[in-house]
């Protein structure tokens, strides 16, 4: 077991905070408690109370700058390792359960939250802590089922005298884990007063909670302890949506095996007079070893694990995974292993995302925007992702003027020694820490930047060029895709690959129809005849609710543009993609 390293835990935020951003944002809404992943601007964060002069020393400095990217991860995955989760009665009495927990330590956070039952999540300040309590803990008994006995950190917690031991008690408050459907969004949203304010609404609606974010990295560190029954040095960490400041309440959680400590244990003891090394399997490739390893791990969780259902090996995938199903969490799972260029990715957003607060109100807008009329979804197809869309968003970012966020290749000149990284021959070098990076001189509203999202997308030349973040400028296409976004490390690959033409001129009608609803609305007359406007009126699918409307629309100008770039996507031929090929 990993020792403690006296990292300090997030305090949990309850209550409602003040919405982030500029104050064109409007001062009278209230956002949902939250500190999201350790940075300023997009959530509050409390100042933890830590025992001892130099850590107390060190978390000061810490907190009077922005936090690292690998500061939150190893903070969230200390964090998670002293905590544990327990299913409990529908009538609880709280005060009674806490006080029971408190005899094995000190509770330093909990909260509650419905998943097939009430689920208490606790947080002891010390690890020890858990090693007590599962001391106390009895085994299931084998009557009726037989047990595997692998004694996990999730409990069910069972009152011998129901009637009297729940008496006055009152209802837990629950942590919602799921966003509000968009037709209720849609009522909330009429009541701002501006686009800004509407768009910060749906952030706050829609971003992770703190308490989600600690449940995501609670189940990264149940699925830790069964990989290091085989490797002891290995950590499980999610990345992607959960850490990088754009992931939605509901979304999957993706995870990766990791075994850098391994591997830095090796350099270090190479490093004396002699050689001395582990005998270890080898094999021929990285793939194997990975597939071998996820297969193991696969069957570990299907035969042994708690709650982890679903068990999917996909093994044969560019990136192999295993997908399965956290009952105690309610959250989908993706392991794959060591997935370092993703991660590098993760924290390439997590910066951005950083960096200004209008940066995630704009990626959460757009995206709902997206699923709404059907432009992204959950199931692979020919669709922009989710992932592609957000890089849009920072594409359009970088070309505002002055820019909202820097392009990669200012981000590399920015790096020191330590933030150098080449992963499998590819560059991945940025600055990591974001006081380094100077604010932007750009003070335009989320009000102006939607509207010019659509319009910019809506004209934007796809037949001949490409977007490339790394230098923040459109380029020559290097291939035939309908859609080529750059990857911003791995610059042979084109995230947006999948996209096909139908789905591409699909997504520019819809930008065009939304730009030019957003230049020609009346928001006075809309809000005296209580109809959607702004942001709300783009939430509704178009032609759907108001047909009549829609069918009017369809006439003017907005339409006759639309048709118009459409007509041109449709000349985009054979002869035509070689000849841009060509250029």
Same mark, same amino acid.
């Given at each position: 077991?990993?020792?403690?390293?006296?990292?300090?835990?997030?305090?949990?935020?309850?209550?409602?905070?003040?919405?982030?951003?500029?104050?064109?944002?409007?001062?009278?809404?209230?956002?949902?408690?939250?500190?999201?992943?350790?940075?300023?601007?997009?959530?509050?964060?409390?100042?933890?109370?830590?025992?001892?002069?130099?850590?107390?020393?060190?978390?000061?400095?810490?907190?009077?700058?922005?936090?690292?990217?690998?500061?939150?991860?190893?903070?969230?995955?200390?964090?998670?390792?002293?905590?544990?989760?327990?299913?409990?009665?529908?009538?609880?009495?709280?005060?009674?359960?806490?006080?029971?927990?408190?005899?094995?330590?000190?509770?330093?956070?909990?909260?509650?939250?419905?998943?097939?039952?009430?689920?208490?999540?606790?947080?002891?300040?010390?690890?020890?802590?858990?090693?007590?309590?599962?001391?106390?803990?009895?085994?299931?008994?084998?009557?009726?089922?037989?047990?595997?006995?692998?004694?996990?950190?999730?409990?069910?917690?069972?009152?011998?005298?129901?009637?009297?031991?729940?008496?006055?008690?009152?209802?837990?408050?629950?942590?919602?884990?799921?966003?509000?459907?968009?037709?209720?969004?849609?009522?909330?949203?009429?009541?701002?007063?501006?686009?800004?304010?509407?768009?910060?609404?749906?952030?706050?609606?829609?971003?992770?909670?703190?308490?989600?974010?600690?449940?995501?990295?609670?189940?990264?560190?149940?699925?830790?302890?069964?990989?290091?029954?085989?490797?002891?040095?290995?950590?499980?960490?999610?990345?992607?949506?959960?850490?990088?400041?754009?992931?939605?309440?509901?979304?999957?959680?993706?995870?990766?095996?990791?075994?850098?400590?391994?591997?830095?244990?090796?350099?270090?003891?190479?490093?004396?007079?002699?050689?001395?090394?582990?005998?270890?399997?080898?094999?021929?490739?990285?793939? *194997? #070893?990975?597939? @071998?390893?996820?297969? +193991? =791990? $696969?069957?570990?969780?299907?035969? %042994?694990?708690?709650?982890?259902?679903? /068990?999917?090996?996909?093994?044969?995938?560019?990136?192999?995974?295993?997908?399965?199903?956290?009952?105690?969490?309610?959250?989908?799972?993706?392991?794959?292993?060591?997935?370092?260029?993703?991660?590098?990715?993760?924290?390439?957003?997590?910066?951005?995302?950083?960096?200004?607060?209008?940066?995630?109100?704009?990626?959460?807008?757009?995206?709902?925007?997206?699923?709404?009329?059907?432009?992204?979804?959950?199931?692979?197809?020919?669709?922009?992702?989710?992932?592609?869309?957000?890089?849009?968003?920072?594409?359009?970012?970088?070309?505002?003027?002055?820019?909202?966020?820097?392009?990669?290749?200012?981000?590399?000149? *920015? #790096?020191?020694? @330590?933030?150098?990284? +080449? =992963? $499998?021959?590819?560059?991945?070098? %940025?600055?990591?820490?974001?006081?380094? /990076?100077?604010?932007?001189?750009?003070?335009?509203?989320?009000?102006?930047?939607?509207?010019?999202?659509?319009?910019?997308?809506?004209?934007?030349?796809?037949?001949?060029?490409?977007?490339?973040?790394?230098?923040?400028?459109?380029?020559?296409?290097?291939?035939?895709?309908?859609?080529?976004?750059?990857?911003?490390?791995?610059?042979?690959?084109?995230?947006?690959?999948?996209?096909?033409?139908?789905?591409?001129?699909?997504?520019?009608?819809?930008?065009?129809?939304?730009?030019?609803?957003?230049?020609?609305?009346?928001?006075?007359?809309?809000?005296?005849?209580?109809?959607?406007?702004?942001?709300?009126?783009?939430?509704?699918?178009?032609? @759907?609710?108001?047909?009549?409307?829609?069918?009017?629309?369809?006439?003017?100008?907005?339409?006759?543009?639309?048709?118009?770039?459409?007509?041109?996507?449709?000349?985009?031929?054979?002869?035509?993609?070689?000849?841009?090929?060509?250029?």
């Amino acid at each position: 077991m990993a020792h403690r390293t006296g990292g300090r835990a997030l305090s949990l935020l309850r209550g409602r905070l003040p919405l982030p951003g500029p104050a064109a944002a409007g001062g009278g809404c209230a956002a949902r408690g939250q500190a999201q992943l350790g940075f300023s601007g997009a959530a509050v964060q409390r100042a933890p109370q830590v025992a001892g002069a130099e850590e107390a020393g060190e978390d000061a400095e810490v907190s009077t700058r922005k936090k690292t990217f690998t500061e939150v991860q190893t903070e969230r995955s200390e964090q998670a390792e002293r905590t544990v989760l327990i299913k409990c009665p529908q009538k609880l009495n709280e005060k009674k359960l806490l006080q029971y927990l408190s005899s094995h330590g000190n509770i330093k956070s909990h909260f509650f939250f419905e998943n097939r039952g009430i689920h208490a999540l606790i947080e002891f300040s010390e690890k020890n802590s858990i090693d007590s309590l599962q001391d106390a803990v009895g085994v299931p008994s084998a009557a009726e089922h037989h047990v595997v006995p692998f004694k996990s950190r999730l409990f069910t917690f069972t009152l011998k005298n129901p009637v009297s031991q729940a008496a006055g008690g009152t209802p837990v408050h629950l942590s919602p884990q799921f966003h509000i459907p968009v037709k209720d969004l849609i009522p909330k949203l009429c009541h701002a007063d501006s686009i800004s304010s509407q768009m910060y609404m749906l952030l706050n609606e829609y971003q992770l909670t703190e308490e989600n974010i600690k449940l995501r990295y609670l189940a990264c560190s149940l699925v830790r302890d069964f990989a290091r029954a085989y490797f002891p040095d290995s950590t499980v960490k999610p990345f992607g949506s959960s850490v990088n400041t754009f992931g939605k309440l509901g979304c999957d959680v993706d995870m990766f095996l990791d075994f850098y400590d391994t591997q830095k244990h090796a350099t270090k003891m190479k490093k004396g007079p002699f050689e001395m090394e582990y005998q270890m399997k080898r094999l021929p490739s990285e793939r *194997l #070893a990975t597939q @071998k390893i996820l297969s +193991v =791990i $696969g069957d570990c969780l299907d035969n %042994f694990g708690p709650g982890c259902i679903g /068990i999917q090996k996909i093994l044969n995938a560019r990136c192999p995974l295993v997908k399965f199903s956290h009952q105690a969490t309610g959250f989908q799972c993706d392991l794959s292993v060591s997935n370092s260029i993703a991660i590098k990715s993760s924290e390439l957003l997590y910066i951005y995302g950083c960096l200004d607060p209008r940066v995630r109100a704009l990626v959460f807008s757009v995206r709902c925007w997206a699923r709404v009329h059907g432009l992204t979804n959950s199931v692979p197809g020919t669709w922009i992702t989710n992932f592609s869309l957000t890089m849009m968003v920072m594409f359009f970012l970088q070309r505002r003027s002055p820019p909202i966020i820097p392009t990669l290749d200012q981000l590399k000149e *920015l #790096a020191d020694e @330590k933030d150098k990284h +080449v =992963i $499998g021959g590819y560059d991945c070098s %940025f600055v990591t820490d974001l006081s380094k /990076i100077k604010p932007t001189k750009n003070t335009e509203t989320l009000d102006v930047l939607l509207g010019d999202f659509f319009e910019f997308f809506g004209n934007f030349d796809f037949r001949r060029n490409s977007l490339n973040l790394r230098k923040g400028k459109e380029v020559n296409k290097p291939e035939s895709s309908p859609l080529y976004i750059w990857n911003p490390f791995e610059q042979d690959l084109n995230i947006s690959k999948n996209v096909n033409q139908p789905q591409l001129e699909k997504f520019v009608a819809v930008a065009r129809e939304s730009a030019w609803i957003l230049q020609n609305e009346d928001k006075t007359q809309q809000t005296i005849k209580k109809e959607p406007w702004g942001l709300a009126a783009l939430l509704i699918p178009f032609g @759907k609710s108001n047909a009549s409307k829609m069918k009017n629309r369809m006439k003017g100008i907005g339409s006759e543009t639309i048709r118009s770039l459409l007509d041109s996507l449709k000349l985009n031929s054979a002869n035509s993609l070689q000849k841009a090929v060509g250029k």
